[in-house]
């Protein structure tokens, strides 16, 4: 016999947007259970994003997670562009009229919110295996799950598919309500997490005839770097030495030198950009990259699904509070709008800062022009930045009709 389980919103996956989504519900009392595959230590030693928006650091602020966020993490008011053996300053802060960046990583960022819900006592259940939903098209919906060799049937008001791209939720939507848009690129990044001391103040993107390359950072002892690479490399194609050999040479300019130091880790991904329409089934809601995939280059990812979690929490305490469902209607087309935004930047900043096996002279010359008239041109580089920065959602929405 199956052992049972009651909430209001049941959540499948502790990444940022399960995590954040439980943590907003919880400050509009509404209860919700989380459940993880991965044990807590993994999810909060997994290295990947490191760049919040402005908007996401308000949102962290404002929810009472920003602490530790605004001691440690660093703020960026602009970044560097590199190609031709020139450097460029994108002054994010001028071009949007204040904005700024929080260079913070993804997994501390797991690791505050991890703490905020357990403080609270809530449920976050690590470790679980074979996740199933059921139900999604009525008014129960449920979730089954093993959880320590017993099988738990939990019945909730809602479900969040927060499991990321490779979860169980977003295929728990029969295929014929659902449309997948799909793009892969022909190249992945090295990425490596580095000891050594800050080479520049700001993050470098880099378009070099050898491929892109990217300078981050993560603490004045730890820098991120990344290499565009093969995405079907062997990780044993690529010892240190050729990783640093790569990133002196695509990242050079006259005067300016790279700290090397130890190696700490070392990984590839590959890139697509990814989107399901609707982000909800019934009771199923998704949200973040269970529901869309940007390449990195764009550092949109975590943003969009911190952005997706606002607009859920927000229909559902809609919802609980006074019944109200236009909100949960509208949320799959509002999250979209910034979706569809987010993927054209990220699409188009990949487009132009990487070299595409194969490419032609051509293509290189339009590459270069582009990148020439962001450089100079205070339109272009003003577009780069809004969109780097995250745009409002108001200026995102369809103007109403007879205006
Ligand atoms: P996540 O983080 O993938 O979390 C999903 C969680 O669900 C769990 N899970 C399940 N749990 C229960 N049952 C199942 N059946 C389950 N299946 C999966 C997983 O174990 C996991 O813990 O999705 P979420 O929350 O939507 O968050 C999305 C972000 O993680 C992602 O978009 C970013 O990391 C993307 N990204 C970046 N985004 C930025 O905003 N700025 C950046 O600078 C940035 N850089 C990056 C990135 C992603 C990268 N990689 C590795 C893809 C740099 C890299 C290299
Ligand atoms: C990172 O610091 O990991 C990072 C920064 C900017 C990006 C992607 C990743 O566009």
């Known amino acids: 016999m199956s052992k049972t389980m009651r909430t209001q919103v049941g959540i499948v996956g502790a990444g940022p947007a399960g995590l954040l989504l439980a943590h907003l519900l919880h400050l509009r009392g509404i209860d919700s259970v989380v459940l993880e595959s991965r044990s807590r230590e993994q999810i909060e030693t997994t290295i990947r994003a490191g760049v919040l928006e402005q908007g996401t650091v308000d949102l962290l602020k404002a929810s009472g997670l920003g602490a530790r966020m605004l001691q440690e993490g660093f703020v960026h008011r602009g970044f560097e562009l590199r190609f031709g053996g020139e450097s460029h300053r994108i002054d994010l802060h001028e071009l949007t009229g204040g904005k700024e960046i929080t260079v913070y990583a993804q997994h501390e960022v797991i690791k505050d919110l991890v703490a905020a819900r357990l403080a609270r006592g809530a449920q976050i259940h690590f470790g679980v295996t074979q996740v199933e939903l059921a139900a999604l098209d009525g008014p129960r919906p449920r979730i089954v799950f093993n959880r320590g060799g017993e099988r738990v049937e939990m019945s909730c008001d809602f479900v969040a598919g927060c499991d990321g791209f490779h979860g169980v939720s977003r295929q728990a939507i029969p295929p014929e309500q659902r449309k997948e848009y799909v793009r892969s690129y022909p190249f992945g990044w090295l990425g490596v997490l580095v000891e050594a001391p800050p080479s520049s103040p700001e993050l470098i993107y880099a378009y070099h005839e050898r491929g892109f390359s990217l300078l981050s950072t993560r603490s004045p002892e730890l820098q991120r770097l990344y290499v565009q690479c093969d995405p079907a490399d062997p990780l044993q194609e690529w010892p240190d030495a050729r990783v640093w050999d790569e990133l002196h040479t695509r990242l050079a300019i006259d005067g300016w030198s790279l700290a090397e130091g130890p190696v700490l880790q070392k990984n590839i991904i590959g890139m697509r950009s990814f989107v399901c329409e609707p982000m909800r089934y ?56 910034r979706v569809w935004r987010a993927e054209h930047f990220s699409w188009w900043m990949t487009s132009m800062l990487h070299r595409f096996p194969g490419e032609d002279d051509f293509s290189t010359r339009l590459q270069l022009s582009q990148l020439r008239y962001v450089a100079c041109s205070r339109a272009a580089a003003t577009s780069l930045a809004e969109n780097y920065v995250g745009l409002p959602l108001d200026l995102l929405k369809a103007p109403a009709h007879g205006h």
């Open 282 to 337: 019934g009771r199923l809601f998704l949200a973040g990259d269970s529901a869309h995939i940007v390449p990195p280059t764009g550092a949109k990812g975590l943003n969009l699904a911190a952005a997706d979690v606002q607009v859920l929490a927000r229909a559902l305490g809609a919802w609980f509070e006074e019944g109200g469902e236009d909100l949960l209607n509208a949320y799959s087309a509002t999250c979209l709008q």
